[in-house]
Structure formats: structure tokens, C-alpha cells
């Protein structure tokens, strides 16, 4: 293989692994989301019970929800999930972008000379390096999610499936 071979490899590669990543960062973001919405309604939940009449003679079941309802607010400011919500979508869309970007140098600037090409691909390592410098990591869990509903189709273009059925 010559050289031109090697990068336009290795940019499928390297979109084939943003492809990846993105994804489990966005099957990170809706479960980050989630908790962003359920830890307040949580307390909103315990304060109302820990109130409410009808359990004012369970002093313990009040008590446990008056406890949680004052602390579920701490946790999660600790957890700073607002904060994390928006990193997660910039490394989600910047590794999709990536994704997209890696191919299309694998088709199309491949056709350049090798200079340009390299050049091209120099420039979108440079952004790969600026996103992983965030240093984001995805539970293990929702690498296997995105991995499962890669691997399902879900992102499987027809006009690939097209020309895999015309060879």
C-alpha cells in the first residue's frame, strides 16, 4: 500500500472510532439529562411527603424524607450535572463532527495530492487532540450502548447499503 493508501485507512479508522465514541457520549448525555431532571423532582417529592398529614404519624417515613429533601439539593450541586451536561455535548457534537470529517478526507481529499491530503488530515488531528484534551470519560457501560446500537444498524446509511448490494 502506498502512503495516500495508509492515511485514507487510517481516517476511516479514526471516523469509524469517533463513530463510536460520539455515540457513547450521546447514550451518556440522555442518561446525564435524566438525572439532571429526577434528582430535583426527587426533592421536590421527598419535601411533599415529609409534609404531608397523612404520614405525619410515621415520624420515621417524614423524618427520612425531610433528610432526603434537604440533601438531594447538595448532591446535586456536587454532582454538578449542568455543568457536565454541556462538556458532554461538546465532545459529543465535536467527535460526530470528527466522524463526518474523517471520511470525507478518507473519500474525497485522498483524490488530492499527498501533500494537501496531509495537510487535511493535520488539520483534523489537530482537532481530535483539542477534544480528547477534555478528558471526558463516558462510563464503560455507555461505551457498550452506543457499540450495541452502532452495531444494530442504527447508523448505517442506505446509500452504503446501496452500494454494498451494486458490488
Same mark, same amino acid.
Given at each position: 500500500?502506498?502512503?495516500?493508501?495508509?492515511?485514507?485507512?487510517?481516517?476511516?479508522?479514526?471516523?469509524?472510532?469517533?463513530?463510536?465514541?460520539?455515540?457513547?457520549?450521546?447514550?451518556?448525555?440522555?442518561?446525564?439529562?435524566?438525572?439532571?431532571?429526577?434528582?430535583?423532582? $426527587?426533592?421536590? =417529592?421527598?419535601?411533599?411527603?415529609?409534609?404531608?398529614?397523612?404520614? %405525619? &404519624?410515621? /415520624?420515621? #417515613?417524614?423524618?427520612?424524607?425531610?433528610?432526603?429533601?434537604?440533601?438531594?439539593?447538595?448532591i446535586s450541586e456536587a454532582?454538578?450535572?449542568?455543568?457536565?451536561?454541556?462538556?458532554?455535548?461538546?465532545?459529543?457534537?465535536?467527535?460526530?463532527?470528527?466522524?463526518?470529517?474523517?471520511?470525507? $478526507?478518507?473519500? =474525497?481529499?485522498?483524490?488530492?495530492?499527498?501533500?494537501?491530503?496531509? %495537510? &487535511?488530515? /493535520?488539520? #483534523?488531528?489537530?482537532?481530535?487532540?483539542?477534544?480528547?484534551?477534555?478528558?471526558?470519560?463516558?462510563?464503560?457501560?455507555?461505551?457498550?450502548?452506543?457499540?450495541?446500537?452502532?452495531?444494530?444498524?442504527?447508523?448505517?446509511?442506505?446509500?452504503?447499503?446501496?452500494?454494498?448490494?451494486?458490488?
Amino acid at each position: 500500500m502506498n502512503k495516500v493508501q495508509e492515511l485514507a485507512k487510517e481516517c476511516g479508522r479514526l471516523s469509524e472510532g469517533c463513530l463510536y465514541t460520539s455515540t457513547s457520549f450521546y447514550e451518556f448525555l440522555k442518561s446525564l439529562r435524566f438525572w439532571n431532571k429526577a434528582i430535583p423532582v $426527587a426533592s421536590i =417529592i421527598c419535601g411533599a411527603v415529609a409534609t404531608w398529614q397523612i404520614v %405525619a &404519624d410515621e /415520624k420515621l #417515613l417524614a423524618g427520612v424524607a425531610a433528610l432526603l429533601a434537604g440533601i438531594i439539593p447538595t448532591i446535586s450541586e456536587a454532582l454538578k450535572l449542568p455543568h457536565h451536561i454541556e462538556s458532554v455535548e461538546r465532545a459529543a457534537a465535536e467527535y460526530k463532527n470528527l466522524q463526518d470529517r474523517f471520511r470525507q $478526507a478518507a473519500l =474525497i481529499s485522498s483524490r488530492k495530492s499527498f501533500a494537501e491530503f496531509e %495537510a &487535511d488530515f /493535520k488539520t #483534523l488531528m489537530e482537532r481530535m487532540e483539542k477534544v480528547r484534551e477534555q478528558d471526558i470519560t463516558p462510563p464503560e457501560r455507555f461505551f457498550k450502548k452506543g457499540q450495541k446500537k452502532v452495531k444494530s444498524g442504527d447508523y448505517t446509511f442506505d446509500i452504503d447499503l446501496e452500494a454494498l448490494a451494486d458490488r
